[in-house]
Every structure is written in structure tokens, then in C-alpha cells.
């Protein structure tokens, strides 16, 4: 950009003088301006000739004569309206690869028509230009630049600015814009993405810039000399809707996408609370059916205590007392004899029966307390029930915990307790043993628990052993406990081998037999 400063008015010299009407220029028809742009004078004016086809609000206005067409920028307000014949005087203006004027004094000659808008494709257009620029001559039939044009296609954008709108349509696979001014845009234009439209308008096109026009190599697609293809619509009918956009749209989809989307979790999380509610109803239900199956096991527990308390002291207490009071009888009788020597005897018998009857009510009563203790493990109580079952015994009662104890339910504890101190009873009042063995074997693994009671007495035949009917309850209590709990209990015995109880529990944990009132056992 070399500048020349001047000093003073007198260091310009007027080689040649301008004219003084512009509308002396030379004429130069609209064609000739099209094929010989780059020959043309730019430093003076010449003067074309043609039928106005749009004016532009920024001062722009397009003349055409067949098919060609020149932009002229005009240098004052342009009275002109589309239709008129007019003179326009300017400048050749080389900013662009198409011929066009600036500065441009524009005068009204007379009326004319308007040329029919050429319906042709974005790709013939293309295709022209790239034909023509390959060949190194004009396009033929018309570069269309400038001239007024129908397009047809898919519209699928529309941006809105300050100064318009812009819409992006698609003709097979070549895309044009469309540019409406404030003025087109404020009109309410029936169409939306997805239309198909016809738009008729001035033809402005954008070549690459000539260093994007390189060759390229072997295989690799060339990219179009026409970089973009704008059409500038004259009023709202240039623009018409062939065949509306499709009723399900990208946004609408989205739409009813987000609603299904929102329906859809609003309904997972409705099942997530029922399900939730139902687990709650469920769990609660569960408790409240273990709650009374187990207040029906320890009723039915209850009875059979009765029911076998009642037995005890029949076969026990009642005898024990009623023989007690057969040796008084015959002590009063010696006494009414006078026979003192004989009821030392008697009464000495007396004694040792109502010392027995003591000792097997106050065990009764000792077995009617025997629960698991706050604070005490399953082994100390079973070992609490050895010791005390151990006492004023000949037979020797060992002991043995095997495995990892876990924890149990009191509701277990306690019925095992019972189980264990039956069978001990049982061995010790009716054996006659020298030991008895009670051996417990816990399995974490498989929450398992298995209790046996073995004593080496003279055992007894199953098959005439008393039972219920004869007052007798101890053996189907046990069955009862353990199958209260889910367990198998086995009792083996033979005639001078000795009897064995074994007691099988599996699945144990803290929540076994429901909420008993009791916290589980510590083990």
C-alpha cells in the first residue's frame, strides 16, 4: 500500500478532465461487461443498460438483460423500482469474480419487463462454472450470477439474526442458502424444517479463493470451485411451501421422546416405591405370622410342661408323699400299741421319702426356670443345667462344644436347653448310667447345630417305651421343640447299650423363629 502525501493544491496536475455528465461514459452492454471484466478500465466510468429486477434497501440493485445480470452498487438513493428500464454510470468493480459496478449513478429510462426467474438446479449451476473454469472461457449459457432464478429443495436450518433470517435448503445433494431481510422475515412465513419449497430470487455466488482451486492429488476428491449459492428472495410469494414438513419433526420426536422419558421414570420410580411398600407390608406381615406361629409353639410348649409337671408329681411327688404318709400311718398305729421301738424304723423312711420328694420338686422347679440368661452364652446355660443336674449324681456327665459357635435366637436357645436337660434327666432317673455324654457341634459355614446326649445306661425298647397315654411326655416334647425349629431329632436304644438322642439343626441365624421378645444368644 504505497502512499503519496501532497502538500499543496497546486502539486495535482488534471491530465484528462472528468465529464461533465457521467451519462457521456461509453456504453458497454451488460454481455460485453460479463465477458470482458478483465479488460475493462477500472479509473473511468462506462455506462450500461438493463432491466432493474430488484433493488436493495442497502443500496444495492440488480440489473439484467437476458441472461446476465450486474450487481450496481448505487452511489445515491435509487428511485428505480423492478420493471424499469435504467441507465447506471460507475466504476467496473473487481472485488468479485463477477461483473458488477460501483459508485454507480443510476437514471430511469422508460418501462420494461421483468425477465421470467430461470428455473434451473444448484448443480447446473455448478456445474457451468466448473465446466468454464476448467476450460479457461465464459460460462455458457450464463454464469447466473446476478440473474433472477428458481431453486427448488428440502429446507433443514433456519437461523435467525439482526438482520434476517437465513434458511439452508437441500436439492439433492447440494446445498443453497436463502436470505430474507427484516423486512421478508417480520411477514409470517408458513414453513418450518422438513418443507419443501420453491424460491425464486436474485443469484449471488461465492467462488473459493483461487489457491483452494489447486490441483489435487490422484484419489482424492476435488472440492467445488463454487464455495456458496445464495438466493435473495424480492417479497414473502417468492417463497412458496410445494409440500409441507412432515408432521413428526426432529422436535417434535424430541418432544414426545421426553415425555415418554419422564412417563417412563416417573413410572420406575412408582414401581420402585411399591415395590419398596410391598417389601415393608410383606416383611411386616412375615413377623406378624412368626410371631403367632411362635406364641402358638410356646402355648402348646406351656400345655406340654403342664401336662408333663403333672406327670412328674404324679409319678414322683404324689407317690414319693403318699408313701411318706403310709410309714406316718404305721407310726401312729406302733404308737397307739405302744410299740415305740418299731416307729424309729418308719419314721427314719419317712424322712428319706420327704427328703426325695424335696429334691425332685425342687428340680421340677429349677427345670420350670431354665431359659437363657441376660449376658450368658448357649454353653455357659448348658453347662449351668450339666452342673446342676450333675449334683448328688454317681454318674459322671462330661461335657464337649466343638466348631465356631454363632449366635442364636433365645426362642432356639432356650428349646435346646429344654431338649438337653430332658435327656439328661431321662438318662440319669431311668439308666442307671456311669457316664452320660453331651457333645455340641456348631458349623459357621452352614449356620448347622447338632446336640447329642449318649449315656451308656441299660437302655429300653422303643417299641414299649411309655408314652403320652401312659403320662408320660418326655420323648414327644423333645420331638415337638425340635420340630418347632425346623430340626430332625433322632432317639436310639438298646437293651444294655445304652442310649443316644441326637438333635439336627440347619439354617440358623438371628432371625430364625421371629421376634420371640428375647435378643439372641451370645454363644
Not at 2 to 16: G, L, N, Y
Not at 31 to 46: K, M, S, V, W
Not at 233 to 255: F, Q
Not at 375 to 389: M, N, P, T
Request: proline letters at 5%.
Amino acid at each position: 500500500m504505497p502512499k503519496v502525501f501532497v502538500a499543496r493544491k497546486e502539486d495535482f496536475q488534471v491530465v484528462t478532465p472528468a465529464r461533465v455528465d457521467p451519462f457521456d461514459s461509453p456504453m458497454v452492454p451488460l454481455l460485453a461487461i460479463a465477458q470482458e471484466l478483465p479488460r475493462l478500465p477500472t479509473d473511468h466510468r462506462i455506462k450500461t443498460r438493463g432491466t432493474v429486477t430488484k433493488v436493495d434497501p442497502s443500496g444495492l440493485l440488480y440489473v439484467q438483460e437476458a441472461l446476465v445480470g450486474v450487481r450496481a452498487e448505487a452511489a445515491q438513493v435509487a428511485t428505480s423500482r423492478p420493471g424499469d428500464q435504467v441507465e447506471a454510470a460507475g466504476f467496473v468493480d473487481r472485488s468479485r469474480d463477477f461483473a458488477g459496478l460501483k459508485g454507480a449513478i443510476i437514471r430511469t429510462i422508460g418501462k420494461g419487463t421483468i425477465p421470467s426467474p430461470q428455473a434451473i438446479s444448484p448443480r447446473t449451476v455448478i456445474t457451468t462454472i466448473e465446466v468454464a473454469i476448467d476450460n479457461g472461457r465464459l460460462a455458457s449459457p450464463s454464469d447466473y450470477d446476478g440473474c433472477l432464478v428458481t431453486f427448488t429443495g428440502r429446507l433443514v436450518d433456519i437461523q435467525r439474526s439482526s438482520v434476517g433470517l437465513m434458511l439452508t435448503l437441500l436439492e439433492g445433494d447440494d446445498m443453497f442458502d436463502v436470505r430474507l431481510s427484516l423486512a421478508l422475515a417480520g411477514n409470517q412465513l408458513d414453513f418450518e424444517p422438513g418443507s419443501q419449497l420453491s424460491v425464486t430470487g436474485i443469484l449471488s455466488i461465492d467462488l473459493r479463493p483461487p489457491f483452494d482451486r489447486l490441483p489435487v492429488r490422484e484419489g482424492e476428491a476435488r472440492p467445488s470451485v463454487v464455495e456458496r449459492l445464495t438466493l435473495l428472495p424480492r417479497s414473502t410469494g417468492d417463497v412458496m411451501v410445494i409440500k409441507p414438513a412432515p408432521w413428526w419433526n426432529a422436535r417434535r420426536l424430541a418432544i414426545v421422546a421426553g415425555t415418554l422419558a419422564c412417563v417412563l421414570l416417573a413410572a420406575v420410580l412408582w414401581a420402585a416405591l411399591l415395590r419398596r411398600r410391598v417389601a415393608i407390608e410383606t416383611a411386616r406381615a412375615t413377623q406378624e405370622v412368626r410371631r403367632r406361629h411362635d406364641a402358638e409353639i410356646e402355648f402348646e410348649a406351656s400345655i406340654r410342661e403342664r401336662n408333663r409337671l403333672a406327670a412328674n408329681l404324679h409319678d414322683t411327688l404324689l407317690q414319693t408323699l403318699g408313701g411318706a404318709g403310709f410309714q406316718l400311718d404305721t407310726c401312729r398305729r406302733a404308737v397307739a400299741r405302744a410299740d415305740l421301738a418299731d416307729t424309729s424304723t418308719h419314721l427314719d423312711v419317712a424322712r428319706r421319702m420327704l427328703k426325695h420328694a424335696a429334691g425332685e420338686l425342687r428340680g421340677s422347679v429349677w427345670a420350670l426356670r431354665t431359659t437363657p440368661l441376660a449376658g450368658r452364652s448357649f454353653a455357659e446355660s448348658l453347662e449351668g443345667i450339666v452342673g446342676h443336674l450333675q449334683q448328688g449324681q454317681l454318674a459322671e456327665i462330661d461335657l464337649d462344644v466343638t466348631g465356631r459357635p454363632f449366635e442364636l435366637p433365645d426362642f432356639v436357645a432356650g428349646n435346646l436347653l429344654l431338649v438337653a436337660q430332658e435327656a439328661i434327666r431321662n438318662a440319669l432317673h431311668h439308666a442307671e448310667p456311669s457316664k452320660v455324654r453331651v457333645a455340641v457341634a456348631f458349623d459357621d459355614a452352614s449356620r448347622a447345630l447338632s446336640l447329642t446326649v449318649h449315656d451308656d445306661g441299660h437302655g429300653f425298647d422303643m417299641a414299649t417305651a411309655a408314652g403320652p397315654t401312659q403320662g408320660h411326655f418326655g420323648i414327644q416334647g423333645m420331638q415337638e421343640r425340635i420340630g418347632s425349629l425346623g430340626g430332625v431329632i433322632a432317639i436310639e436304644s438298646e437293651l444294655g447299650r445304652g442310649t443316644a438322642v441326637r438333635a439336627q439343626l440347619s439354617g440358623v441365624d438371628a432371625g430364625h423363629s421371629g421376634d420371640t421378645g428375647h435378643s439372641p444368644s451370645r454363644l
